[in-house]
């Protein structure tokens, strides 16, 4: 018999966050999350998450032992930037066992419910702006930095307790071998009208670190207003962000484009710490873990494009063109193998043209779902 128990205690909450590690043993394309930063997402005044917003965590038992897990989430930021009474789910992963599914669903939905939400939508963990979507296609490869996997049956079991889909998200590879090397032509160009407009692109300066960070997220939550599911970061969560990816943050792969001082567009691609993370047992960094993340941080050949983005009166000016020929030039002269630009909104026209016009494939594809409750 299945049985459904809200997570609690300490105790309950590392082994929600350990599940995985279970489910997915012997699967060589499985990156356990580093621990740590699970646990810190999922507690209350660890994140800058709960200042606003709260999750409930479930986890389903069978004899004991775990069968699955889900988190229920009320966003309350989303909601008021878009007056909805939206709920979500996230952090999902179980057996294949119709069962198990149901009654999960059942119980992240009870919760939902009694917080007044009227709808499902996810999985996204917690929010779209952290690593979100059901992989669909592209089962062949780990995870790159930052993005979710999953067993292929979990779409069945979503779909068969009557979620379908409210949009998808797409993951472009560019192998530095085979990409478009016109646009790197262009750069000179593009910089000669950047000259006469008087715009300016230059690397992120990492001793003024907190200023630059702060100009950023005014960019990030101008520039993304209009896209499907967007929600705008407080200040608290850019910078909780920012610190985090400051330890393996490569200023040549961070840029800013600025006009007459004031930043208009930010471009962001960071290392595949997955490369180092799938080696790293349970998730745990210690005793011996940090080792491997420290040693692994040279050896890293693969880059994620994870944010590019320009105000919206600038973006015929060419300034994404150059960002990507300037990441493009930077990784082949570090001799990066290539990178992922993702996720990339299906939707996003402007966006999907010029990573095809670049020769990129859309070799993943996620899906984000949404049900009634």
Same mark, same amino acid.
């Given at each position: ?146 993005? +979710?996997?999953?067993?292929?049956? &979990? *779409? ?8 379908? /889909?409210? @949009?998808? $998200? #797409? %993951? ?61 970061? +407080?200040?608290?969560?850019?910078? &909780? *962000? ?8 490569? /200023?040549? @792969?961070? $840029? #800013? %484009? ?116």
């Amino acid at each position: 018999m299945i049985t459904v128990k809200q997570v609690e205690t300490k105790a309950e909450l590392a082994a929600f966050i350990d599940f995985p590690h279970t489910l997915f043993e012997g699967d060589k394309n499985y990156v356990p999350e580093l621990h740590i930063a699970q646990r810190d997402v999922l507690t209350p005044g660890k994140h800058p998450f709960h200042d606003h917003s709260s999750i409930q965590c479930f986890l389903a038992y069978e004899d004991g032992k775990i069968k699955g897990r889900i988190a229920a989430i009320l966003n309350n930021n989303h909601n008021k930037f878009i007056d909805k009474k939206d709920g979500f789910f996230g952090f999902l992963d179980l057996y294949n066992d119709d069962e198990v599914a149901e009654k999960l669903i059942s119980e992240a939905k009870k919760w939902l419910i009694s917080k007044g939400l009227n709808t499902m939508i996810g999985p996204v963990n917690p929010t779209t702006n952290d690593p979100s979507g059901l992989l669909i296609d592209g089962f062949d490869s780990p995870a790159v930095a930052m993005m +979710t996997y999953n067993k292929p049956y &979990y *779409l069945d079991l979503l779909t068969a307790n009557g979620f379908t /889909k409210k @949009f998808d $998200l #797409l %993951a472009y590879d560019l192998p530095t071998k085979t990409v478009d090397k016109r646009t790197l032509q262009l750069k000179e160009a593009l910089g000669k009208r950047f000259a006469d407009r008087n715009i300016v692109v230059r690397n992120i300066n990492l001793k003024d670190f907190a200023n630059e960070v702060q100009k950023i997220l005014s960019v990030y939550n101008s520039a993304w207003k209009a896209n499907t599911g967007f929600v705008p970061r +407080t200040d608290d969560e850019f910078k &909780y *962000l920012a610190k985090d990816l400051k330890m393996i943050l490569d /200023k040549d @792969f961070c $840029l #800013l %484009a600025e006009k007459e001082g004031k930043v208009i567009g930010f471009a962001l691609a960071i290392p595949d710490i997955n490369q180092i993370q799938i080696k790293i047992k349970r998730g745990r960094l210690l005793p011996f873990g940090i080792f491997k993340l420290l040693i692994g941080l040279k050896k890293i050949n693969y880059v994620r494009v994870i944010a590019l983005g320009v105000n919206e009166e600038y973006r015929k000016a060419g300034i994404e063109a150059y960002f990507y020929s300037e990441i493009i030039q930077k990784a082949i002269d570090k001799k990066v193998t290539g990178g992922e630009a993702s996720w990339i909104l299906e939707n996003n026209e402007m966006m999907n043209k010029g990573l095809l016009n670049l020769k990129a494939t859309a070799y993943k594809r996620y899906r984000i779902f949404e049900k009634k409750i």
